[in-house]
């Protein structure tokens, strides 16, 4: 089951990329590449407290699912090798 902040990814019949959120309408932005739509997409995904990216080929079949996590993680791991 898909939360509402999960997003999308995929063409537009005029070539044009679209970050959408599942639970939208609109686009939140739409870009002239594919990776410029991933890129925003996990960015807003961070922002949001995280949730599932699926990105679409230009054939309309999902390519890829990625789950992002949160970007505002209030305990992150700690790092231990410094």
Same mark, same amino acid.
């Given at each position: 089951?898909? *939360? &509402? ?8 019949? /005029? ?6 959120? #599942?639970? =939208? *309408? &609109? ?8 990776? /410029?739509?991933?890129?925003a997409?996990?960015? #807003?995904? =961070? ?11 230009r ?8 789950t ?15």
């Open positions: 089951m898909s *939360k &509402k902040q999960d997003r999308m990814v995929y063409q537009r019949d /005029d070539g044009q990329w679209v970050n959408k959120r #599942n639970d =939208k *309408k &609109k686009a939140t932005s739409v870009h002239s590449t594919q990776k /410029d739509a991933e890129s997409a996990r960015e #807003n995904l =961070k922002n949001q407290g995280g949730g599932e990216l699926t990105t679409k080929g054939d309309g079949k999902i390519r890829s699912k990625d992002i996590k949160p970007g505002n993680d209030p305990n992150p791991p700690k790092d231990k090798e410094h």
